[in-house]
């Protein structure tokens, strides 16, 4: 099967269309799902009755992506494992990460900031996986610090320590890919709502793919260009 991808541009307009005028999705309805999306793609892979390690560590950047961390580092707390957010600058660009912020503060769910020791939680002795939930689809290279470093960090421990990244791999170009020799290697990839062209360069025999953030009718896939995917039964993610 030819996989189903759409650009950044098409990606940030089909995000607008459904939080315009229109349609009216709030961007607070679709980061829950595709945060709860995320959840369920980890908890797919990496089973709590299969894997004894239930440490999680979401490292979240400072637009969207990151606000899905947040939100995934909740529902995986509610399925039974104990996140830790990794979330080195805080967006102001609305109040609600803040409340997402707060949220996790309820859960009991430590946030980290640059002055913790954050990178004590990079080995697989005692951490299940890292959610790379660092940039999406409006990432510009080149990086900009603190997260260069951040991810070369995470490059460093990659081989050991599985890398699930949410919509776009950290540091690939959006269209074209890796845009360096060292480029993070995720395990596995969420997609959200469709594929983005930089995931036909996954290589299938170390990333598994999975498309989730279940919100649009059929119609509207297909006005995007791409076929509805065939989400199994309730499922909010679905296996490539
Ligand atoms: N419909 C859907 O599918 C939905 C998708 N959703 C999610 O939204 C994601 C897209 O979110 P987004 O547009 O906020 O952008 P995102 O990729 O998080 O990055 C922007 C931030 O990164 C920064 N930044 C950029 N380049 C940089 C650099 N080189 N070095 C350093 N910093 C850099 C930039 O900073 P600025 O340039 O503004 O200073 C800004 O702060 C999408 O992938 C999906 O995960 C859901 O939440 C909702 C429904
Ligand atoms: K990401």
């Avoid at 299938?204 to 995917?229: N, Q, S």
């Amino acid at each position: 099967m030819a996989l189903k991808t759409v650009s950044s541009k098409l990606a940030a307009q089909l995000d607008k269309e459904l939080m315009g005028p229109e349609i009216g999705f709030t961007l607070e309805q679709l980061m829950e799902l595709a945060g709860l999306s995320v959840a369920q793609a980890v908890q797919r892979q990496f089973p709590l009755s299969i894997y004894h390690k239930n440490k999680i560590l979401v490292v979240a950047g400072p637009g969207n992506n990151g606000g899905d961390g947040l939100v995934c580092a909740r529902h995986l707390a509610l399925f039974g494992y104990r996140p830790v957010v990794f979330y080195p600058k805080r967006s102001s660009r609305t109040p609600f990460y803040g409340q997402l912020v707060n949220q996790l503060k309820f859960f009991k769910i430590p946030v980290l900031s640059t002055d913790d020791d954050w990178k004590q939680l990079l080995h697989a002795k005692d951490t299940l996986c890292v959610v790379d939930a660092i940039f999406g689809f409006s990432f510009k290279p080149p990086v900009r610090e603190p997260f260069g470093s951040i991810i070369s960090e995470l490059i460093s421990v990659q081989d050991q320590l599985p890398i699930v990244s949410v919509d776009v791999p950290t540091g690939w170009d959006v269209d074209e890919g890796p845009v360096s020799t060292e480029h993070i290697v995720p395990s596995m990839l969420v997609s959200l709502t469709v594929p983005k062209p930089c995931s036909a360069k996954l290589d299938k025999d170390k990333t598994d793919h999975f498309v989730g953030g279940r919100f649009i009718p059929p119609d509207f896939a297909v006005k995007y260009g791409f076929e509805p995917f065939p989400y199994p039964s309730t499922d909010q993610i679905l296996k490539l």
